[in-house]
């Protein structure tokens, strides 16, 4: 970090440019970042592709720098992992969805979820089930409504502790669903011991569909786990009609993708809602 010549940091120094200096940055303005308000929830919809309506939404993080735009969150979850900032990153988006949720419901959107993703670390969070269910009755939510989200080889890394945890969100009907399905190992013996309520297959074998018999055949394999498992599935990263067709043909009827929206702001969210979900 250099001095200008008053003797000051150099805000604009070009070494910020470069990796290091870029983390240590980020590291430092994502604790101010909620008070100045730069994140931002976006909405991804959750088609019903048999009723043709939106099912429910993902929640996806945006964080808008003042002076260095849109940052994704594949770069700064990590760092808010790492400082243990997801902490209150997760608290402020849980409140902001919830609130948003119950701004649609009275308008009449009535069956409508909302999922959040939910890193390892949040998981182990002291006060996680009195927090979510204080946010609930705040916001007057019934808890089915509610969904978090598990990366498949975060939950088989810490099994014994998931085993427990999800047991007692269920307790409150909150439903847990694996993320990013195919990408970890889950062991068959556990996903039937989890009581999980959806698997979410991620979005490589989508993308690959028709590309290669091989792929294919793990996505109908886990189509028809999810089936013997009674969990409910949904395809990620549906962005052609042959990825609808192909999933149709194998009794897949949830998605979200491209094809039907990417994530959007919560106007445009509304909009979609309104053109989807006629009353
Ligand atoms: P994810 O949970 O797997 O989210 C799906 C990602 O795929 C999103 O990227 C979404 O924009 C993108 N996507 C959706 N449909 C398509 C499609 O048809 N084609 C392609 N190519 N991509 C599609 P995004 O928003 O950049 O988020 C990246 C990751 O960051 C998420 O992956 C999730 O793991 C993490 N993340 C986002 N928001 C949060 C959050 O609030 N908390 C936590 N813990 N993690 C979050
Ligand atoms: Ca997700
Ligand atoms: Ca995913
Ligand atoms: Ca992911």
Redesign the pocket.
């Known amino acids: 970090i250099g001095l200008n010549k008053n003797k000051k940091v150099c805000l604009f120094n070009p070494l910020y440019g470069q990796p290091f200096y870029r983390k240590a940055m980020l590291e430092r303005d994502l604790y101010q970042a909620i008070k100045k308000n730069e994140l931002e929830l ?1 909405y ?1 919809p959750i088609i019903d592709t048999k009723s043709c309506n939106i099912a429910g939404f ?5 964080w808008k720098h003042k002076n260095i735009g849109m940052i ?3 770069e700064f ?1 990590p760092i ?2 790492e400082t243990g900032f ?1 902490i209150e ?2 608290r402020w ?1 849980m409140e902001e969805a919830l609130k948003q949720l119950c701004i649609w419901r009275n308008k009449g959107y009535k069956n409508l979820k909302i999922s ?4 390892i670390r ?1 998981f182990f969070q002291q006060d996680l089930l009195k927090m979510i269910n204080s946010l609930l009755n705040k916001y007057n939510i019934p808890p089915e409504c509610l969904e978090l ?1 598990i ?1 498949e080889s975060h939950l088989m890394y810490n099994i014994d502790y998931f085993l427990n945890m999800i047991k007692e969100l269920k307790e409150l009907s909150v439903n847990v669903s694996i ?2 399905f195919g990408t970890g190992y889950s062991s068959l013996s556990y996903l039937t011991k989890l009581k999980l309520d959806k698997i979410k297959i ?2 490589s074998f989508i ?1 690959n569909l028709d590309r290669d018999e091989e792929n294919n055949v793990v996505v109908k394999t886990v189509i028809s786990l999810a089936k013997n498992l009674q969990l409910s599935i949904i395809a ?4 052609k009609q042959e990825h609808i067709s192909f999933l149709h043909r194998h009794q897949c009827y949830y998605m ?4 039907f929206s ?2 959007v702001c919560r106007k445009e969210a509304e909009h979609l809602l309104e053109h989807w979900n006629k009353q």
Do not use: M
């Open positions: 976006y991804q993902e929640v996806l993080l945006r994704s969150p594949e979850i808010a992992e997801i990153i997760g988006s959040l993703n939910w890193s949040q989200e990366t993320d990013d991620d979005r993308q990620e990263g549906v962005e979200q993708g491209y094809y990417k994530p």
